[in-house]
Each structure stands twice: as structure tokens, then as C-alpha cells.
């Protein structure tokens, strides 16, 4: 079964009567603000792309990672469903540590390759547990909950999954905005992935980035096909990556959407826990049905958020720009006449 994402307005679309063109989207922790692409020459699309193109050494030195280090990826999402069917378990299936509110495509991947998914509310709980497991998944900042790991943690985390030959996966998809998440300092049974869609807001390109080494980085890397990732997004992708002034501005409007973002929720959503994370703002509610109650007034007003698996949370990505922000307050307005918060 598919799981549920952001982002799927022709569903919304049908579900709510309303043309996908007409909908402020946000239901992803998608920048609103695209890597500006430029047109990418002939050559781009006639070719098929090498591996020698200069992708390799931007992302190496925009993650600060040694090149020999970092595998491209179609998305950052190739791994997370690839990596358990790479991990051989000696005695049987292995028990992983995942977080129980997550990115949820982590805990299905595991589980479809045949492993028992341990899942823990918080990296406190999971330090507590790490003994009884074989690996783990860390999201670091965790998509929704906001939740940081220290690089401290991850060294705990991974020292103590090495005694049982284990590896600790870092899912650093947001981890743009948060300063250095570099491997270097990680102890070798770590894999970091990071992403091109979020921060850059190039979602679409599919690229991301898998890094570490070892052997589990390389049955991933088996599995790609040959040119998986393709020139167009390679050649797209170095740009982005190579880009400073351009990331410097960006980090500057993320910042800055997130704290107006997180004001105008603070007004409306006082009584409940709100969480900041750069690209998103998550509002946790006691209530199932106020969370629900709320995210579909939102969309009967061609607002989409995410609304939680668990219905407890909802996510509003940044409205962008002045007039989505407007249009973001006057349906806030209405739920608040409907008295839905
Ligand atoms: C936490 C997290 N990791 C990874 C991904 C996959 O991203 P991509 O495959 O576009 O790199 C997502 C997508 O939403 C995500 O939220």
C-alpha cells in the first residue's frame, strides 16, 4: 500500500473539487523557493552523463565529505529502499531502531525486506534501547517533529552499533539549514543520506546523496543502474551545489519565512506545541479530531497541509511570499469563526 506524502494536489484535487492550479500548497517541507535552473545545454540531454563530471567533487565540497565518499542517488529515497535489503543479517532477520513519528518510508522499507522495525518516540529513548538492536535509523532534523541529533549522540549511537557489526543511519534530508552534518567526524558504520529536494527546492530533479563507505554502501551502489541518476539532474545538481551566494540568500528567506510562520501559528495555535524546523512548522494537538477538523477547513479553502498518519500533528510548509502568507491568515480567520481552533 502506498504510504500517504505531501504534495499529492491531483488527489487532493479530486478529493476536494478543487483545480490543482487553485491550491496554496503546503503540504511538503519543500523550499518554496527553487534552485533557478538554467537552461541546460543540448549536449546535457544527448549524453549520457560520466561519472567524472565535477558532481562528485561539488557535493564533496559543499557536505564537506571526501568525494571517494559519496554515492549520487535518484533522491535520498533509493536508499532508504534499497540499504535494508543490503544489510545481511547472520542470525535472521535484525531488530532496527526507527522513530515512531518519521519519515514513514524508513520503517516500511525495513520492514518489506523481512526485519523487525523497534520504534522509539525520542533519540532518548532510543539511546536507552540501542543495545537490543542490530541498526538504526536517526532523522536528523526529523520530518515532523523537529527533532535534532547532536553529533555526540550519533557517535554513541554508531559506537555502540558496531560492537554488533549494526549500522546507524543518518537521514539528513533537512539538514541543510542546520549546520554541518559532515561525515568525517562519524564513526565508519554510518551512512548519512542527504537531499537536493528540500533545501533547493528541487524535489522533482530527483538527486540525493548516500555517504559513507563500507559494504553495505556498496550493495547499494550495485543497485543503481548504470547512468541511474540522469546528466540533466548531474549537471543541475553541480550548480546547486557550487552555488554559494545563491545557498546564503536562500538560507537568509528560510529563516526569516520560518519565523513569520511560526508567529502567525503561534497566534492562532497557542495552546498547542509547535515546532520550528527551517522548512516547516508542525503544530502537535491533543486532539485527533481538532487536527483533522482543522486541516480539512484549511482545504476546503485550497489550503493543503499535512496532516498526520497519526492525526495528532499538522505541518504547514512556508507559505513563500506575501500573498500566499494573506491567504494563508484569512483561512487561518474562518477556521477560527468556525471555531475549529
Ligand atoms: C526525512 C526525509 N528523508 C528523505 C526523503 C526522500 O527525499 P528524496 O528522495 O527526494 O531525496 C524525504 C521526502 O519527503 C524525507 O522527508
Known amino acids: 500500500m502506498a504510504l500517504i506524502h505531501g504534495g499529492r494536489l491531483t488527489e487532493a484535487s479530486r478529493r476536494y473539487g478543487i483545480a490543482p ?4 500548497d ?8 527553487s534552485y533557478p535552473v538554467p537552461e541546460v545545454p543540448i549536449h546535457v540531454w544527448a549524453r549520457l552523463p560520466e561519472a567524472d563530471d565535477g558532481l562528485s567533487a561539488a557535493a564533496a ?4 565529505v571526501a568525494a571517494a565518499n559519496i554515492t549520487a542517488l535518484p533522491g535520498s529515497q533509493f536508499a532508504i529502499r534499497e540499504l535494508p535489503w543490503a544489510v545481511a543479517a547472520p542470525s535472521g532477520p535484525a531488530r532496527v531502531g526507527v522513530p515512531a513519528v518519521g519519515y514513514a518510508e524508513h520503517a516500511r522499507a525495513w520492514a518489506a525486506a523481512g526485519h523487525a522495525v523497534v520504534a522509539y518516540d525520542d533519540l532518548a529513548q532510543l539511546l536507552a534501547l540501542v543495545d537490543t538492536l542490530d541498526h538504526a535509523v536517526v532523522i536528523s532534523p ?3 517533529t523537529g527533532e535534532q541529533a547532536a553529533i555526540d549522540t550519533l557517535i554513541v549511537l554508531a559506537d555502540k552499533l558496531a560492537r554488533r557489526d549494526g549500522l546507524l543511519l543518518v537521514d539528513a534530508a533537512f539538514a541543510d539549514c542546520h549546520g554541518e552534518l559532515a561525515m568525517d567526524g562519524l564513526p565508519a558504520n554510518t551512512i548519512v543520506l542527504r537531499s537536493l529536494g528540500k533545501f533547493f527546492g528541487l524535489a522533482g530533479l530527483r538527486l540525493g546523496f548516500m555517504m559513507g563507505r563500507g559494504p553495505a554502501i556498496a550493495a547499494v ?3 543503481l543502474q548504470p547512468w541511474g541518476v540522469s546528466h540533466p539532474a548531474r549537471w543541475i545538481g553541480r550548480r ?9 540568500e536562500q538560507q537568509r528567506r528560510i529563516a526569516d519565512g520560518a519565523h513569520s510562520l511560526t ?3 503561534d497566534a492562532y495555535f497557542s495552546r498547542q506545541r509547535i515546532v520550528t524546523m527551517g522548512l516547516f512548522v508542525t503544530v502537535f494537538f ?5 487536527a483533522t477538523a482543522v486541516h480539512e477547513a484549511l482545504a476546503d479553502q485550497a489550503v493543503l497541509t499535512r496532516l498526520g498518519d497519526n492525526r495528532r500533528w499538522l505541518r504547514f510548509g512556508l507559505p513563500g511570499d506575501a500573498p500566499a502568507a494573506t491567504r494563508l491568515v484569512t483561512a487561518l480567520d474562518v477556521v477560527v469563526e468556525q471555531g475549529r481552533c
Open 142 to 144: 526529523n520530518n515532523p
Open 286 to 290: 491533543d486532539d485527533a479530531e481538532q
Open 21 to 24: 492550479g487553485d491550491w496554496l
Open 240 to 248: 546547486a551545489l557550487l552555488d554559494l551566494d545563491w545557498q546564503a
Open 26 to 33: 503546503l503540504s511538503t517541507g519543500i523550499a518554496p523557493w
Open 221 to 223: 551502489g550495485a543497485q
Open 263 to 265: 508567529t502567525l501559528l
Open 61 to 64: 565540497e559543499y557536505y564537506g
